[in-house]
Every structure is written in C-alpha cells, then in structure tokens.
C-alpha cells in the first residue's frame, strides 16, 4: 500500500538538527514530514557523551555553538523539558607545558569570538579540584558551559516538532530519494512516498548516501564513540571535564554516575551494528585514572557507542547543495554535533524560509571539498 | 590445530559438556563464576563449611555428587571465580583470579543458567526479602535462613521445595503463598505425570508442608509487605479475601529466567516464547544457535531444569564433535534425545501449573520501585510511556534508567515490559528487549 504525503519540506534524519528544523519549520507556518530509519534521538545525537560545550571548538565554530548555547537555556520553553541540561562549567586539562601554551592561545584567540575562558595554573587548578592527579598541569574553564542527557534531548525534540504540527516518522528507513527538476521525491520503507519543496538530509552517520544519490558526494567518515559509566558515586566532579587532545572526557551526571569517554569503539555500518571496544575501554579507564586518581576500583556498569559522521577536517558540512536548488545538508559533525543541534536546526529552518541566516556558517559549505567546484564558480 | 572450545557455566549443562569434551580427546576451557562446580542447583558450600551431601541436596544427593565429581581425572582447563564479562565474534572478556584476559575461541558452548525472575511489590526492596533461589543459596551454601520466621511466595515448583527444605533444616516457615491456584495445578497434574517421579516430588514437598502445619494458599492475586526498615508482616489477598502473616523475611520468586546477555553480546538471533513471556536465543535441535560456532544448552536457554540440563549438556557436545568431523555415538544422542523429548513435555505442564502471573503487574503501584539499581518506580515509567511516548523497551530504557544499573536489567526487564504492555495495551512480546550492553556484570575501574 502506498501513502503519499506533499508537505512543504521533507527531513530525513530525526536526529536533535532535524527535529530542531522541523520544529522551527512548524513555527514559522511549513509543513514538514520527518522520516527516521529508528526511533527519533536514539541515533548519534542520543548515545553521545552529552557534553554542551564551546570551548576548545574549532573558532570557526564559535558563533554558531554560541547561538545554540542560548537555546539551550530556553529547552524549558522550547521542548517542554530541560533535557537535563546543567551549566556545570567545561574544565579543559593541560597535562604538559605545551597543552598550557595551547590552551593560553586558545583562550586569547577565542577571546575576539566572544568566547570568556579562564586560565588556571598549576596550583590554583588544584586548589579548584583536589581531586586531580599530578599529571595535570593546568587548565582552562568555560564556566558557561554544561552537560545534558542526551537520551532526552533528541526526543523532546522530536515531540515539541509533533505538537507543533510536524508529521515525525519513526521506524521508517528511507530507501531513494530523486529530484524531478521541480520537486523531490523521498521514497520510505512501508510504501510511504513523500513529494516536497524541500529535502534537508540530516541523516547523520548515513547522510553521506543520501548526498550521493544527488551527486554532493562528500569525504564523510565513520566515528564510533567508545562509551562508559560507572555505578553511581558520591558526587565530587563538579564541572565537565575533558583534555588537551580529546583522549579521555568525563562527567558525573547528579546521580552519581561517571560517565566517561575516548578511543573508537567497533562498527560496521552496513550492518547498523556498532559495540564498545575493550581495548578503547581499558585505554580510557587508564587515563581516567590518571586524570583522577579516587576512581580506581569504582565499578563500571555499563558500556555503549553509535555511529557518527565525520569530516576530514573536522568540521560539519551545513549548507545548500552544490548541484541541486533547496536542497540542503547538515551532517558529519565529528564528535561534536550535541551542542549545535539545536542552533543548526534554526539555522535549516532560516534557510529555507529566508533563503539566508545571520549565523555565519561559510566555514561549513559543502564546496570546501570541490576546490574546482569552487574556483569555477568564482570565476563565473 | 586443535579446535579452541570454551565452555561458559560449571552447572550440570557446562560439567556434561566439560565432560564429554574431555572424554572425546578434547581440553576445553571451563569458566565459572563460582569457587567450584555445580551451578545453583547442585551448588557447593566454600571449602570448610561442607556439610555431608543428603542434607543439602535431598533427593538429588546422588546427581549432585555425580556432577562433582564428573570431571575428577579429565584433563580441562577449568577457571572458576571467573565473569565473562563481554563477548564479541571470537573473542571473549574475562575477569578473574588471573586479573583481566581476553580468551579467544573457535567454538563456544554457552552454559549460563538462570536467575529468579522478579515481579515488584510493596515492601520487595527491604533488608530480609531474597529471592527463593537466593534464600536456597543461603541454606546449601552458607548453612543459614533468611530469617527467624519465614514466609515464600510467588509460584514455581522451586516455591514448595525452597520452603520444605528450610521446613526440614529446621526453619519456623510462617506460610507459602502461591499465585498458582490449586484448580490450575491440577489441570496440569495429566502432563505432569509424564515425568512421574518428579511429580510425585512435587506432592512430597506438599505434603511435608502440611504435615508440619505451614499453610499454603493458593490462587493469592497479590501481597505487600509491612514495617518500614524490614518485614514486620505479609498481606495477602486472593478475590475478596485477605490475610495478614507476621514474619521477618520474605524469599519471593516466580519461576526462573535464562541468563541471555552473553548470547545477545554474541549477535545471536531471539525469538519470543509465549509460554514463558520471555526471549530466548534460537537454537535448532541439537543445541546450535543462529551462528553456527556457538552452541546453547541448560536453562540459560530456556527453563528446563536439572536434569534436563545434563542431558542438554552432553548433547550439544555431541553436536560440536560432529561439526568438526569426529565420530558421535549415534545410540547416545537418541537416548539424550527422547530423554530432552520427555522432559520438554512435563516441563510445559510446569508452566502450566505455575504460571507466570503477569495479571500482578497491573496491580504494582506508581510508588513501587521497579529498578532498584537505579531507583525507578512505576509511576516514573508510567510517566515515560504516557507523557514521552515510549513505546518500546529500548526506548523505556533511555527515558527512565530502567535496567540501567548494575543489573542491566536482569532483575527488572521482564516487569518493566510487563507494565509497559499492560499500559499500552499490547501483547507483550511486541515491546522489544532491552539491548545487551557489556560489562555483562560490573567490573572494576582498574
């Protein structure tokens, strides 16, 4: 049986970007079908470390994780729900002199994109943290940044969308998408076709074939977080903690749980089939203990990954496509793609309706990666 | 080479399979969590607490002792004390007296047992409420009771026999409460009679409970228990009527559940089984699961007991020479055959003597803590299913923390798929189940 929808704009990828977008969609008066191969937030935006965090981003970054930090104070009003969401504060640990050295440039260049950092030296990062191990040398803070629960965030999302209007696909895997020269046509698993205006592919991980089958091949990759936690402890870790490098990132969330981060776990995406890596976990609890020392002989309980896109240089593909009118992307995030779903969403929505957005998203178009592309276009 | 063949469990399906392995010119690794073989049934005390084995194990004192001794002289590479934590293709994660290994294999026969199954009720989390098979563990393995005066509920033939053999040891059993009525039993008694013996068992362990005066009522639709910092007294109801039972603990179970992490860590297919309102990992006949290098048998692949268990074992070893090319004694297998044939029969009539009595779940509390690793209660899951659209157990799961502790759900998954049928009105087996996360069981940050 096949159903047809025509809604002003189809979305495939129900990630926190693409329910963002359809929310926004809704608010300013389009219709929107969603369609997610799974259950909406429970892809990378749902398994990842659940850091909201600016700093240490590429500074290109900044302005967009700056808008979408203000949203993140507003989730209350938005989705009905603040995900959790707690400004802890981001502790960014120097564990040489030469992290030090990168972390006061950082802190200096960030400081014309409006990012306040505070530099901690060697005594006072202890004072601040007795808990630390010697390794650490000193730090940077962020204390506007936080952590959320990313189980949540996506999801009330996707509900705020669904109220709002959005008609959200869950448990429907698009299987072709094609551009008639006038309108394109998303066909799903179960029969459904849907007919629209617009496409924006923010199919995560996956977005890659999507942009494919309309000739934006992008360089996108695989990245499979290896995810751990431990029993609930008492709680010390007052801040997000990560370092110089990205090896090893933790949290301890208000229960008691630590939850901590680095290395790539095992994935296969053809087979949708991802697990933790024991190599990436005994690695990870090695530097966790360095980091802090008290951890040793906590329990750990449990362990996860998902699958993430990534991009060369490190930096998300957010754009019109290179070869077909409104048709958009947003993917390959690269690890860091939870404190901007909610900005990128509201930055699609403007493109659509707008044709434009404020945020300056230049750093992130698809025709970085056609340097021919590109030089023709200047000379056209 | 010589196949690489590990073998996870020491109860009777693990030791038959050791077993035969061995005899069959094999050395196979033998992993076990516990100090020394037997599993929970025939489970043995810590050296220096043995008691002589007729007062532990009764009528079974023969098999137990056979199981124990059933690798004395075979050359096997056995590693008690020892979790498998994680498993992956060929490669498993081990914890141990040895530190942390990783263990790889080409074939793998997965012993894994059972655990009670749980359902929620008032006063279920308190100090002095255990689980049957941990109220028995207690008695074989520790020589104590759960407490001075005891009441069991629940359903299962471990329920009658539990509260007999603290009955015989000389515990004060306040009364035993069945969820199963007697008119339900007694339907069943026709199928039950295909393994005479046992069920001649069951009347025994009645009959002895009688004899000594203990109550046992039947049909109960539910109890909760009273007092604040443990059990005071039991309350009970069954229709219209009620009862109130003075007692310090409570040993509550309602039948058994496979233990199935490491087979869903292995990728091996599951199918629901109506019956029991559990998932199980496929098997074909002789004990093979969906992939063909690992291979199931005992109740860590669906409730069949003891005995069934030992034949199992031996089995699907028999199944695994075969698959490498060596000679299988073919009289065997048949006998093993008709023997797991027998057994699977009186077994479904023991489902239908006791069974699982998921019209409890609807009776559970919104105060009621469901997942008491993580402190979820029902109504919390409630709110999940009603006000965040929750309609699957993985999805449960990351709303609520259900099953998100030390367990992983071992203990509150099947209530917690229970209600969430219950308040969508759907069957049971269309909820899904949770995913298998490793570590199987916690492991130490070191």
Known sequence: MIERLNPDVAIIGGGIAGCAAALALRKRGLSVVLMDKGFCGAGASGVNFGGVRRQGRSLVELPLATRSRAIWDRLPELVGEDGEFRATGHVKLARSETDMAFLEKYAADAADWGLDLKLIGPNAVRDDHPWLGRKVVGASLCADDGQANPRLVGPAFARAARRAGADIRELTRVETASFDGENFEVRAAGGLVVESRWLINVAGAWAGKVADWFGDGMPINTQVPNMVVTEPLPFFIDRSIGVCGGDIYLRQVDRGNVVFGGGAGWGDIELDRSRPRTEATQGSIAKLIDLIPALKGAMVIRSWTGFEGEMPDQLPVIGPSLTLPRLLHAFGFSGHGFQLGPAVGEVLSELVVDGETLTDIKAFALGRFRPSWQSGRCKG | ?446
Request: charged share 25%.
């Open chain 2, 1 to 446: 080479m010589a196949e690489a063949i590990v073998i996870i469990g020491a109860g009777p399906a693990g030791v038959r399979a050791a077993r035969t392995l061995a005899k069959a010119g094999h050395r196979p690794v033998l992993i076990d969590e516990n100090m020394r073989v037997g599993g929970q049934i025939y489970r043995q005390p810590p050296p220096g607490a043995e008691r002589a084995p007729d007062a532990l194990y009764g009528f079974e004192a023969a098999k137990a002792v056979a199981i124990h001794r059933a690798l004395d002289g075979l050359d096997i590479d056995y590693r008690p004390e020892t979790l498998v934590w994680n498993a992956r293709e060929k490669v498993l994660d081990l914890t141990g007296p040895r530190g942390s290994e990783r263990l790889a294999f080409d074939r793998l026969i997965q012993a894994t047992g059972a655990t009670d199954r749980s359902i929620p009720f008032p006063g279920w989390t308190l100090p002095g409420v255990f689980s049957l098979g941990g109220s028995q563990i207690a008695l074989k393995a520790q020589g104590c009771a759960i407490g001075r005066r005891v009441v069991f509920a629940g359903t299962g033939p471990l329920l009658p026999l539990v509260a007999y053999q603290y009955a015989k040891a000389g515990a004060q059993v306040a009364a035993v409460l069945d969820t199963s009525s007697f008119a339900t039993k007694l339907k069943a008694a026709p199928g039950l009679l295909v393994l005479p013996k046992l069920f001649a068992k069951g009347l025994y362990y009645l009959a002895q409970l009688k004899r000594r005066g203990i109550p046992v009522i039947e049909g109960v639709d539910g109890f909760a228990l009273e007092g604040a910092a443990k059990p005071e007294a039991i309350t009970w109801r069954r229709g219209t009527e009620t009862g109130r039972i003075e007692c310090d603990a409570v040993g509550a179970g309602f039948g058994l559940r496979s233990e199935t992490q490491l087979a869903d860590l292995l990728g091996c297919a599951f199918a629901f089984d109506d019956l029991t309102r559990q998932w199980l990992p496929t098997k074909d006949a002789e004990g093979r699961a969906s992939e063909q290098h690992l291979y199931l048998a005992g109740d860590g692949s669906g409730i069949a007991g003891a005995d069934a268990a030992e034949l199992a074992g031996e089995r699907v070893a028999w199944t695994l020479l075969g698959d490498i090319g060596q000679a299988v004694d073919g009289t065997r297998i048949a006998i093993l055959d008709r023997g797991l044939a027998r057994i699977a029969r009186f077994r479904r009539a023991i489902e239908a003597a006791y069974p699982f009595p998921h019209r409890l779940h609807a009776a559970i509390p919104d105060t009621q803590i469901v997942c008491r690793c993580e402190g979820v209660t029902a109504g919390h899951l409630k709110f999940q299913v009603e006000q965040r659209e929750a309609s699957e157990m993985n999805r449960l799961k990351a709303y609520s923390r259900l099953g998100m502790g030390r367990c992983q759900g071992r203990m509150c998954a099947s209530a917690g798929a229970e209600l969430l049928s219950h308040w969508r009105d759907v069957e049971v087996g269309t909820v899904g189940r949770l995913r298998g996360q490793a570590p199987v069981k916690p492991v130490p940050v070191a």
